[in-house]
């Protein structure tokens, strides 16, 4: 009897712990939202411009979570799908790549801000990140989207060797911040098409380890609705429908660098 009795409390305790949500079965999955993290409560799902000002910029900031610890990250490919309201993508919205409306007016940095508390840099400063594509439908990317108001925004970053880092699981971890100047909005030199409204969708995280032994690819949101912003409404665009996930690999996106 007491050996039975020990067993039933041992099983009694083993139940409790299940029952007790925490970190290490915490849902998987990925976030986008203006300003900040999207767990911090600050940030915000749509961001509205006036349309009145060359000066200043937004930012969306990505994060992710794995739902258990994974040893020795040391990079990330990142997608991410931008769609338009209409049948063609906006001047404005015509960026990075030479010869477009706005070749300077994106890019993408690793300054966690410190205030986020809750989303640490999972690189602890030391990521390199940068954009590999901005993929337009009458644009040379191989997998460019196949609708003339889409974009395909490839991102991909890494620290060096000694910098791998061991990730907690159910952590939200800082991973980039895209910022989207307000250049050339009025004026001279003017593009068209801010207040067409836009819908962006994180797609993807593909988080790697080192020596490529170990990569989970998240494609979910951490909480309903989480994975994606608007910009001026998202009107017309179906969001987050309009912009389907494309896969990549890892070596792809590396490639880019080469």
Known sequence: M??????????????????VPGRAQAAQG?????????????????KTFACD???????MVGTFQLNT????????????????????????????????????????????????????????????VGIGAYCRSTGTCVD??????????????AVAQQFATTLIGGQ??????????????????A?????TPVCIVLNSIDVVAAGNVEHRKLTTASSPGGNYVTWQGGAGTNCPAATPTRNSTWGSVKSLYR
């Open 2 to 19: 007491v050996r039975r009795s020990a067993l039933t409390a041992a099983a009694l305790t083993l139940l409790a712990l299940s029952l």
């Open 30 to 46: 990925i976030s986008l939202a203006w300003n900040h993290c999207l767990s911090e409560g600050t940030g915000v799902q749509n």
């Open 53 to 59: 000002t060359n000066i200043g910029s937004n930012t």
């Open 69 to 128: 610890n994974m040893n020795q990250m040391i990079g990330a490919e990142i997608v991410l799908q931008l769609a338009s309201a209409g049948a063609s993508l906006p001047a404005w919205w015509d960026l990075y790549n030479a010869g477009t409306c706005r070749p300077t007016a994106l890019s993408v940095n690793s300054l966690a801000d410190p205030g986020d508390v809750s989303c640490p840099d999972w690189s602890s400063g030391q990521m390199f």
């Open 144 to 157: 460019h989207p196949s609708n003339a108001n889409t974009v395909r925004i490839k991102l991909v970053e």
């Open 172 to 189: 939200e971890y800082f991973v980039f911040n895209l910022v989207i100047q307000n250049t050339n909005t009025v004026g001279t030199g």
């Open 191 to 195: 593009c068209a098409g801010c207040t």
